[in-house]
């Protein structure tokens, strides 16, 4: 900008009144509040450092921000189906979510959204609707009057424990993983003003749900998405040897046409201590009611099927609309070429398959 421009936009600001001034000012504040707030998300983290201060606070989010935290707990017990999710988070302004108006607001914590379902012998659906989400030192916790849900501790041990009507439901020693997988990692992707930035937790659990004992692997994340919600797959499986399955597929879809953002899938050998990575993503599903899935990669040299035996749907309404649903699935077949693995040794494989559509601000 040159000295003429400054100069004519210090005259204007001259001619303003104490009122208008103050008022421009603190338009002038929330912008640099906004753009500090996103250059702190683009920043790229890797150290364990960084871990708790991003996970245990609020961002300060711009209009179409979102930031969402969850968990998810599979049992390694073999042929042990048992499986525990649990998501809260915020947006600014208000959102349909399965009907219900949320809104978001700030107070002491802020207002947002709870949801925590799991499966024993049948899916339970224990909390689902509007929340509180504070956050003290070292603590996030997410309630209404009956329910509640406390994530806490420092990095890499922490603790979940979760009530309904003053019952309580879970409580879960969470530390880090005895074998030598990697215990987190961070991602984020940001064009222009618009992308996500994500901290991945991967640990160990064991613990109490339903008055039985559960012990197994578990996905923690924060993420927080300025802008749209965009379709994507996701899936995570765990074998009961530990060996963990994950993929990620992220698209743009208008009409017929299908771009992936991002096609990659993860398999880590619990056994060998050794990470496989495929490209060539493909996804199907089959069937609508506990649809069955089959993904490949490589051009085919990788290959597993799998049953979905419980599910929940959640619709998202805004600007746009976004549907996504959480099936858990079972495996049923897998297969790996060119691969030093023993798949018989892998033992059963259960876990969690992601399947969003849609387009929501």
């Not at 969470?174 to 991967?202: C, H």
Request: include cysteine; hydrophobic fraction near 35%; aromatic fraction near 14%.
């Amino acid at each position: 900008m040159t000295d003429n421009v400054f100069n004519t936009l210090d005259k204007y600001i001259q001619t303003l009144s104490h009122i208008e001034k103050r008022h421009l000012k603190e338009k002038i504040k929330q912008i640099n509040s906004k753009y500090g707030s996103l250059i702190k998300l683009k920043k790229t983290k890797k150290s364990a450092k960084e871990i708790d201060p991003m996970f245990f606070c609020f961002e300060d989010l711009p209009p179409t921000g979102k930031e969402y935290w969850f968990m998810k707990f599979a049992s390694t017990k073999p042929k042990d189906k048992r499986q525990l999710l649990v998501m809260f988070g915020d947006i600014v302004g208000t959102i349909k979510i399965n009907q219900k108006e949320i809104r978001c607001k700030k107070g002491k914590g802020r207002n947002g959204y709870m949801t925590v379902w799991g499966y024993s012998d049948k899916k339970d659906l224990i909390m689902d609707g509007g929340s509180l989400i504070s956050i003290n030192p070292n603590e996030i916790i997410a309630s209404d009057k009956q329910n509640k849900v406390s994530y806490k501790g420092k990095f890499p041990n922490y603790s979940l424990n979760l009530s309904k009507k003053n019952k309580e439901i879970a409580d879960l020693k969470i530390t880090k993983p005895l074998d030598n997988s990697n215990s987190f990692e961070f991602s984020n992707y940001f064009k222009s003003f618009a992308g996500f930035a994500l901290i991945n937790l991967y640990s160990d659990f064991t613990g109490m749900l339903n008055g039985e004992k559960f012990t197994g692997k578990c996905y923690v994340q924060k993420v927080v998405v300025i802008g749209p919600f965009v379709p994507w797959y996701w899936g995570r499986i765990v074998f009961s040897n530990g060996s963990i399955l994950t993929y990620f597929e992220p698209r743009i879809e208008i009409s017929i046409h299908n771009h992936k953002l991002r096609s990659i899938l993860a398999f880590y050998d619990n056994i060998q201590d050794k990470k496989y990575i495929f490209k060539d993503l493909n996804v199907k599903r089959f069937g609508k009611k506990n649809p069955r899935w089959i993904i490949t990669a490589n051009k085919g040299k990788f290959f597993i099927s799998l049953t979905s035996y419980s599910s929940h749907k959640f619709i998202f309404k805004k600007i746009g609309s976004f549907t996504y649903r959480e099936y858990l699935s079972e495996v049923t077949d897998i297969f790996m070429e060119d691969c030093d693995i023993d798949t018989s040794k892998l033992g059963s494989g259960f876990g969690l398959i992601e399947d969003a559509r849609g387009y929501v601000l």
